[in-house]
């Protein structure tokens, strides 16, 4: 097991007052996505557990994409059982989205 750590600053926080999110399924081959609410709005904290190993750049490019986007005040957590690319991106896409939901 590989595992990754980014921390990047972001245009903006996240929207909504969602205090957590859970997507994907890691048994499928696929990944899940844990998204939690912290204290700083400017930062985005990423750790990723994956099989995969020696693909840091890639990982890279997918977070940076993403958190460009404004994903401030998160804490993502990544459990890979070997997602590609566009399936990491529409994850996290998907976590953020039900972050930004109204509380339940």
Same mark, same amino acid.
């Given at each position: %097991?590989?595992? #990754?750590?980014?921390?990047?600053?972001?245009? $903006?926080?996240?929207?909504? +007052?969602? $205090?957590?999110?859970?997507?994907?399924?890691?048994?499928?081959?696929? !990944?899940?996505? #844990?998204?939690?609410?912290? +204290?700083?709005? *400017?930062?985005?904290?990423?750790?990723?557990?994956?099989?995969?190993?020696?693909?840091?750049?890639?990982?890279?490019?997918?977070?940076? *994409?993403?958190?460009?986007?404004? +994903?401030?005040? #998160?804490?993502?957590?990544?459990?890979?059982?070997?997602? $590609?690319?566009? %399936?990491?991106?529409?994850? !996290?896409?998907?976590? !953020? $989205? %039900?972050? &930004? &939901?109204?509380?339940?």
């Amino acid at each position: %097991m590989e595992e #990754l750590s980014f921390t990047l600053k972001t245009p $903006r926080p996240a929207a909504g +007052a969602r $205090r957590q999110a859970i997507v994907g399924v890691v048994a499928s081959g696929n !990944l899940e996505v #844990l998204v939690e609410r912290t +204290a700083d709005t *400017d930062i985005c904290a990423i750790d990723i557990a994956t099989a995969a190993h020696g693909f840091r750049a890639v990982w890279e490019a997918v977070i940076g *994409d993403f958190v460009a986007r404004g +994903a401030g005040g #998160l804490r993502i957590s990544i459990n890979d059982g070997g997602a $590609r690319p566009d %399936m990491v991106a529409l994850r !996290l896409a998907q976590g !953020l $989205r %039900m972050i &930004e &939901e109204p509380e339940a």
